[in-house]
């Protein structure tokens, strides 16, 4: 079972499932090296950090994009629940979605209460493809981006029987376009939570659901 989206850097212990291969993205440059020592990384700057990266970072993520073949640019994104500047943020984001496009790489996007502007930003880049991580927006959002080729990442919020948005949309989203993850500081069997849940609420085995879902991210990450 692939995990589209797990911070294994983020913990001495590795506690990721044995049984997954993880995309593990960065955060900002303190930790574009260490990612590096997993098969899957990629390379970017969170919203949450925006303000600590100037122009020149920017060129230094440019650089080591070239040199060490990450699979995607991320995590990046938008995160309008933080007081972060608006304004930094934007500039940091679309700076890597030109990345994205020059070199032809899929984004893996933050976005919480922004949204609507990811996808403001996204239709300007109509050639970057990538996966919303974490998805929190709307059912509609959800369509949108799905009909824009962009896959949409659910992971242990989805456990959470509150969670009535959430399990909404990803019953009503296409297979095609699920990932599922873990995050930051997973514990061994919380992906299998997460595609047992997902499974049970579309009616298919968790076979099914875990081939399918690998698929997704073979083909949206060029894995090998
Ligand atoms: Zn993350």
Redesign the pocket.
């Known amino acids: 079972m692939i995990n589209s989206?797990a911070?294994l850097d983020f913990d001495h212990i590795h506690t990721t499932a044995e049984n997954a291969m993880a995309i593990v993205?960065s955060?900002g440059k303190q930790n574009w090296q260490q990612v590096q020592i997993y098969p899957y990384f990629s390379l970017g700057i969170?919203p949450w950090l925006s303000e600590s990266h100037t122009q020149k970072d920017l060129d230094a993520l440019e650089c080591l994009i070239k040199c060490s073949n990450p699979i995607a640019i991320g995590?990046c994104g938008l995160d309008f629940a933080k007081d972060i500047d608006r304004r930094q943020q934007l500039y940091i984001f679309e700076c890597q979605l030109q990345l994205a496009e020059t070199y032809k790489l899929p984004v893996i996007i933050?976005a919480v209460k922004a949204t609507e502007e990811v996808i403001l930003f996204l239709k300007k880049y109509p050639k970057v493809t990538g996966e919303i991580?974490?998805f929190s927006g709307s059912e509609m959002q959800a369509k949108t981006l799905a009909d824009m080729g962009f896959y949409l990442g659910f992971g242990l919020q989805i456990l959470n029987d509150k969670s009535l948005k959430l399990i909404k949309i990803a019953q009503n989203l296409a297979i095609e376009s699920l990932l599922i993850e873990t995050?930051?500081h997973a514990n061994p069997n919380d992906l299998m939570l997460v595609a047992q849940k997902i499974a049970q609420l579309k009616h298919i085995s968790v076979k099914d659901l875990s081939e399918q879902c690998d698929n997704n991210a073979i083909l949206l990450f060029g894995l090998q």
Do not use: A, K, S, T
């Open positions: 989206h911070h993205p955060i969170h995590e933050h991580h974490g995050d930051d």
